[in-house]
């Protein structure tokens, strides 16, 4: 445990074989800088983390990839000088195997620049609850302003307002355009669908989904689930599970891409 | 597939977020290790046995370590003679009570200010209270593993009083060598105590910063492939297991706080890292288990007892884990039926 460095050279092997460990460890952290790398530029960071925080996973990045490189130089300066040697850690007692650690963080990372992540949907949404009414534990900002323009509201600005004055009617006739991805509620008449987005208030582990119904003009066909939507219509009160609630009616439905992101905040 | 891709996501978003801390904790323990002089600390701590295990419950703060670092400097303390008060409130309190654990927990639970600061609050009530259970105790020894009551000597520094100690280190018996001013080494002291002394001032600052970022690397690649399975373990329960039987469990005040507790000392997930873990639950989850879990998990789990086996006897850490147990149950249930 204690292997102090006082004792520099005597522990090097001399020889000129490869060191290896400090090989597979340059390897592991160039390929976790790398996957946060490819997470990045493909914007798919978007997908995992709150905005205001991705600073923090590119610093990680920033850092991996120096300790790689780092690491690389230092076994390659060592390597010309023909000693093997490498300083240890002075205070060490190990949990897992060595071998199992870099092993396993290595596959990750690989696993991570294969894998390309998906933005949770409907099934999820379905699954986690949507709801039009905020929970306790979520987000509620101190201010928020309800001058602007109804049009301009998102789908969260809606569940918020709501949240602060739940009356339906108040609403009525407003105009409300939102986007997101259509879920089916199993309860409800054929007629309405939820439009439905994630929120995130730091990752992906603490996404929750929130939706406003919209009650489809007759004769339209229903949008399957997951569809992105942009949805223009006027606010309306509906009676839905036995609940009056918020709904838009008599929309116009525009199918637009999946954003680049897809999430609320 | 759904279910499996969501998994999957989830463990990325997981890590993705949760390895900046780890580095961030990694890199300052590693600088810690080999710029700070804990014999200067140790001088400068008040000998009021509740002062001290306060003071020993705060030093994390210059220590932002997190369970895995701790246990080594708690182990190195008590070698360079620190009171049984202080080690202990280190112990427990230093993996939870630092900058970087601060700063990730509040992040994660913005939303939620009172766990950041609960978080702190319930675990210096803890790890004090713990503290001074021990240090009743007056020869800490039975209870330490023989190989570190070697290292730590003679008998002497715990009943002779510090000032002493510190006035006169030449008046004692055994062959020294002068250091600077005012610095001896006993060279006949037990080996590894020398060799603790030696290695803070010996390498130049070139070495220093090698064996920096060896550590870094060889406390990242240990902690990360903990960090893996932890985040693993948490998206596999959040897709897989029936969102009734979590809901069921999670809501009740007393199930909820064992459910999470049990997690805690499973999962044994880094503390720098434990609050997102412990976020994706909180929407399923009492805030008083939320508590439990991010003040219980960084004192004892499954992982750290092979890491605290290096510094005390197995009876003396059932007695750590009955101890802690006991008292983070009772304050977030407190919580959890006041709240509630």
Same mark, same amino acid.
């Given at each position: 445990?204690?292997?102090?460095?006082?004792?520099?050279?005597?522990?090097?092997?001399?020889?000129?074989?490869?060191?290896?460990?400090?090989?597979?460890?340059?390897?592991?952290?160039?390929?976790?800088?790398?996957?946060?790398?490819?997470?990045?530029?493909?914007?798919?960071?978007?997908?995992?983390?709150?905005?205001?925080?991705?600073?923090?996973?590119?610093?990680?990045?920033?850092?991996?990839?120096?300790?790689?490189?780092?690491?690389?130089?230092?076994?390659?300066?060592?390597?010309?000088?023909?000693?093997?040697?490498?300083?240890?850690?002075?205070?060490?007692?190990?949990?897992?195997?060595?071998?199992?650690?870099?092993?396993?963080?290595?596959?990750?990372?690989?696993?991570?620049?294969?894998?390309?992540?998906?933005?949770?949907?409907?099934?999820?949404?379905?699954?986690?609850? =949507?709801?039009?009414?905020?929970?306790?534990?979520?987000?509620?900002?101190?201010?928020?302003?309800?001058?602007?323009?109804?049009?301009?509201?998102? =789908?969260?600005?809606?569940?918020?307002?709501?949240?602060?004055?739940?009356?339906?009617?108040?609403?009525?006739?407003? =105009?409300?355009?939102?986007?997101?991805?259509?879920?089916?509620?199993?309860?409800?008449?054929?007629?309405?669908?939820? =439009?439905?987005?994630?929120?995130?208030?730091?990752?992906?582990?603490?996404?929750?989904?929130?939706?406003?119904?919209?009650?489809?003009?007759?004769?339209?066909?229903?949008?399957?689930?997951?569809?992105?939507?942009?949805?223009?219509?006027?606010?309306?009160?509906?009676?839905?599970?036995?609940?009056?609630?918020?709904?838009?009616?008599?929309?116009?439905?525009?199918?637009?891409?999946?954003?680049?992101?897809?999430?609320?905040? | 597939?759904?279910?499996?891709?969501?998994?999957?996501?989830?463990?990325?978003?997981?890590?993705?977020?949760?390895?900046?801390?780890?580095?961030?904790?990694?890199? +300052?323990?590693?600088?810690?290790?080999?710029?700070?002089?804990?014999?200067?600390?140790?001088?400068?701590?008040?000998?009021?046995?509740?002062?001290?295990?306060?003071?020993?419950?705060?030093?994390?703060?210059?220590?932002?370590?997190?369970?895995?670092?701790?246990?080594?400097?708690?182990?190195?303390?008590?070698?360079?003679?620190?009171?049984?008060?202080?080690?202990?409130?280190?112990?427990?309190?230093?993996?939870?009570?630092?900058?970087?654990?601060?700063?990730?927990?509040?992040?994660?639970?913005?939303?939620?200010?009172?766990?950041?600061?609960?978080?702190?609050?319930?675990?210096?009530?803890?790890?004090?209270?713990?503290?001074?259970?021990?240090?009743?105790?007056?020869?800490?020894?039975?209870?330490?593993?023989?190989?570190?009551?070697?290292?730590?000597?003679?008998?002497?520094?715990?009943?002779?009083?510090?000032?002493?100690?510190?006035?006169?280190?030449?008046?004692?018996?055994?062959?020294?060598?002068?250091?600077?001013?005012?610095?001896?080494?006993?060279?006949?002291?037990?080996?590894?105590?020398?060799?603790?002394?030696?290695?803070?001032?010996?390498?130049?600052?070139?070495?220093?910063?090698?064996?920096?970022?060896?550590?870094?690397?060889?406390?990242?690649?240990?902690?990360?492939?903990?960090?893996?399975?932890?985040?693993?373990?948490?998206?596999?329960?959040?897709?897989?297991?029936?969102?009734?039987?979590?809901?069921?469990?999670?809501?009740?005040?007393?199930?909820?706080?064992?459910?999470?507790?049990?997690?805690?000392?499973?999962?044994?997930?880094?503390?720098?890292?434990?609050? +997102?873990?412990?976020?994706?639950?909180?929407?399923?989850?009492?805030?008083?288990?939320?508590?439990?879990?991010?003040?219980?998990?960084?004192?004892?789990?499954?992982?750290?007892?092979?890491?605290?086996?290096?510094?005390?006897?197995?009876?003396?850490?059932?007695?750590?884990?009955?101890?802690?147990?006991?008292?983070?149950?009772?304050?977030?249930?407190?919580?959890?039926?006041?709240?509630?």
């Amino acid at each position: 445990m204690t292997s102090t460095s006082s004792s520099n050279g005597s522990r090097a092997s001399g020889g000129r074989s490869l060191p290896w460990q400090a090989l597979v460890d340059a390897a592991m952290l160039l390929l976790w800088g790398l996957m946060l790398l490819r997470f990045t530029v493909t914007g798919k960071l978007y997908l995992l983390l709150h905005p205001d925080y991705m600073w923090l996973a590119h610093l990680a990045m920033v850092l991996l990839l120096a300790m790689g490189v780092s690491r690389l130089v230092q076994v390659g300066l060592s390597y010309r000088r023909g000693t093997g040697q490498t300083i240890r850690s002075q205070e060490h007692t190990a949990l897992l195997p060595r071998q199992f650690s870099v092993g396993l963080l290595i596959a990750i990372a690989v696993f991570g620049l294969i894998y390309t992540p998906r933005p949770f949907a409907s099934e999820t949404a379905f699954q986690r609850g =949507i709801t039009d009414v905020l929970g306790q534990t979520r987000s509620r900002p101190q201010r928020f302003s309800l001058g602007g323009e109804s049009e301009e509201r998102t =789908i969260v600005d809606w569940v918020r307002t709501l949240n602060v004055y739940p009356e339906p009617d108040a609403y009525a006739g407003q =105009i409300a355009k939102v986007s997101g991805f259509v879920t089916h509620i199993p309860d409800w008449p054929d007629e309405f669908v939820m =439009i439905s987005r994630f929120v995130l208030t730091c990752c992906a582990a603490d996404a929750y989904p929130v939706g406003l119904p919209v009650e489809l003009p007759p004769g339209t066909a229903r949008p399957a689930p997951d569809t992105w939507l942009e949805i223009k219509g006027t606010v309306q009160t509906s009676t839905l599970d036995g609940k009056r609630q918020l709904a838009i009616g008599d929309p116009t439905l525009t199918e637009i891409p999946e954003p680049r992101t897809p999430y609320e905040y | 597939m759904t279910q499996l891709n969501n998994g999957i996501t989830l463990f990325f978003s997981l890590l993705v977020e949760a390895m900046p801390f780890l580095l961030l904790g990694v890199m +300052f323990s590693s600088v810690l290790l080999l710029f700070v002089d804990e014999q200067k600390l140790l001088s400068v701590i008040p000998k009021n046995v509740v002062l001290a295990a306060l003071a020993g419950s705060l030093i994390g703060f210059l220590f932002p370590v997190c369970e895995c670092g701790n246990i080594p400097v708690a182990r190195r303390l008590l070698t360079k003679g620190a009171p049984t008060a202080v080690a202990i409130g280190f112990l427990l309190a230093a993996p939870t009570v630092n900058p970087v654990v601060f700063w990730a927990t509040w992040i994660a639970f913005r939303d939620q200010p009172e766990i950041v600061f609960l978080r702190v609050g319930f675990t210096l009530v803890v790890a004090v209270t713990i503290a001074l259970i021990f240090s009743a105790q007056a020869d800490v020894r039975p209870f330490l593993q023989d190989s570190l009551t070697r290292m730590m000597g003679d008998p002497e520094p715990v009943a002779a009083t510090p000032a002493e100690a510190e006035i006169s280190p030449l008046l004692k018996s055994g062959t020294f060598l002068m250091q600077s001013p005012g610095q001896v080494l006993q060279l006949d002291a037990p080996p590894a105590q020398v060799l603790a002394q030696v290695a803070v001032a010996a390498p130049p600052m070139a070495t220093r910063l090698r064996m920096m970022v060896d550590n870094m690397v060889l406390e990242l690649r240990e902690l990360g492939a903990v960090l893996v399975i932890g985040s693993a373990i948490a998206a596999f329960v959040q897709v897989a297991v029936p969102r009734e039987v979590i809901l069921s469990l999670g809501q009740g005040p007393v199930t909820s706080i064992v459910a999470m507790m049990a997690l805690a000392w499973v999962v044994s997930i880094c503390s720098t890292v434990d609050s +997102f873990f412990a976020l994706s639950f909180a929407s399923t989850f009492t805030s008083g288990s939320l508590l439990a879990f991010l003040v219980f998990g960084p004192m004892i789990d499954l992982k750290n007892i092979s890491l605290l086996l290096t510094v005390f006897k197995g009876r003396a850490i059932l007695y750590l884990f009955v101890l802690a147990a006991q008292l983070v149950f009772l304050l977030t249930l407190v919580m959890n039926l006041y709240t509630g």
